[in-house]
């Protein structure tokens, strides 16, 4: 495996470790249901208290659903302090689901087979259907383009292995994937496999990177051209289409993404710009000189790397399943609202990107070359 797979899945590993919620404790319980499209559901999260796992509690609460959690009582655990918690470890502690009844489930904490098994097979006789979170991380093969949910899945050697690292973390899911498939079945299963989910609550900094340090101006390093592809997922539109889903029953394999070829790095600077007015002046340097340079952007792939295609993952199934994309412009807005409102010790410097000394010595050596 090269040095940019392993950076690619390396800096999924990392986000799905996020637990900050960008929620304030109890807000999902004061909010007043305004739509209900189906009838109400029991809903049963696992993981519903780390990043992603409250943007969908609280959309399945605005619905008017029911939804009760399960974990181990760590993550942001003031969070929800209405909904009912039965605690447990995924890890050969599910004791505390038995008698349980809910219509569906949606695993959001799911990375070792064995404990998506556990969960799957237990839950299956009870809910009516099961939503796991997988990642894009899971595709393993990047010669047939473009990458759809057909695509081939990485696998392997030994695949008792447990330890989730930058290179077990995608074939690790794709296991726990198949563990949902044969124990609760393709017809009442659904599988979400986001790109990099962003916005409030992001604990990575991956995309928050690009608008925060915007916002403090100057002289900014923009790598590559502004014809670059990337993508991500607001984690807004992800929570909506999950709930859809198990609102809908909608069942298969989908890749959860902004359309490819939409969303460029130009797109991103133009959105940074427009939410923080800043004074900020971008340098485009080119893709050769970083590599040269050995830096490393996140969000970002050089477009002639071997895995730049995940970057132009194909989400035309989910669109027609009804996954919609909020602008780009708007997620850039949210994540520096949010960021704004975080206390001063975490936003001494981002937890992704380079730093402001880095980057002027960057630009120098760039500059002088020209
Ligand atoms: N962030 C991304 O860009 C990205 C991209 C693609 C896919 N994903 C996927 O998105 C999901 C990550 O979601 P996240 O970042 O919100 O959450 P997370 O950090 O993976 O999980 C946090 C939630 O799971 C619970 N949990 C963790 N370990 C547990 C255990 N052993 N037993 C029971 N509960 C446990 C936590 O509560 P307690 O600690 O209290 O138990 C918390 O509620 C993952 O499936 C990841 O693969 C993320």
């Not at 003031?78 to 995924?90: C, M, S």
């Not at 299963?189 to 916002?215: A, E, F, K, M, N």
């Not at 670059?228 to 198990?246: G, K, P």
Request: aromatic share 8%; with cysteine.
């Amino acid at each position: 495996m090269n040095n940019t797979r392993r950076r690619f899945l390396k800096s999924s590993l990392l986000g799905g470790a996020a637990v900050a919620a960008g929620l304030r404790p109890g807000e999902a319980n004061a909010q007043t249901p305004t739509s209900t499209s189906s009838a109400a559901l029991k809903i049963l999260v696992l993981g519903g208290t780390g990043f992603i796992g409250p943007h969908m509690v609280k959309e399945a609460l605005r619905r008017g659903h029911e939804v009760e959690l399960f974990n181990r009582g760590r993550t942001n655990n003031e969070l929800f302090p209405d909904l009912k918690l039965y605690k447990g470890d995924r890890d050969g502690g599910l004791e505390a689901l038995e008698g349980g009844e809910w219509d569906v489930v949606i695993d959001n904490s799911g990375y070792v087979p064995r404990h998506v098994e556990d969960s799957a097979r237990m839950l299956a006789p009870i809910a009516s259907h099961y939503l796991y979170i997988s990642t894009i991380s899971v595709y393993g093969d990047m010669s047939s383009l473009p990458i759809d949910e057909d695509s081939p899945v990485g696998t392997l050697e030994d695949e008792t292995v447990e330890e989730v690292t930058g290179e077990t973390y995608g074939p690790l899911k794709a296991l726990c994937e198949a563990r949902v498939l044969s124990e609760v079945g393709a017809d009442r299963s659904t599988i979400l496999r986001p790109t990099y989910i962003c916005g409030p609550g992001d604990r990575t900094d991956r995309y928050t990177y690009w608008p925060v340090r915007t916002l403090q101006g100057g002289d900014m390093l923009w790598p590559g051209t502004p014809d670059d592809d990337i993508q991500i997922i607001d984690v807004r539109d992800l929570a909506n289409f999950t709930i859809d889903c198990v609102e809908q029953k909608i069942a298969g394999t989908y890749n959860t993404v902004t359309p490819a070829g939409t969303f460029k790095m130009g797109d991103l600077l133009e959105d940074c710009l427009a939410v923080s007015a800043a004074d900020m002046t971008p340098h485009w340097v080119s893709t050769a000189f970083l590599n040269e340079q050995e830096v490393r952007l996140p969000i970002w792939e050089d477009p002639q790397g071997e895995f730049s295609p995940l970057l132009r993952v194909d989400g035309t199934r989910a669109a027609a399943a009804g996954l919609r994309n909020r602008p780009t412009r708007e997620t850039a807005r949210d994540t520096i609202a949010w960021w704004k409102t975080l206390p001063a010790e975490r936003t001494e410097t981002t937890r992704a990107g380079i730093t402001m000394e880095r980057e002027a010595e960057l630009l120098e050596l760039w500059m002088a070359r020209r």
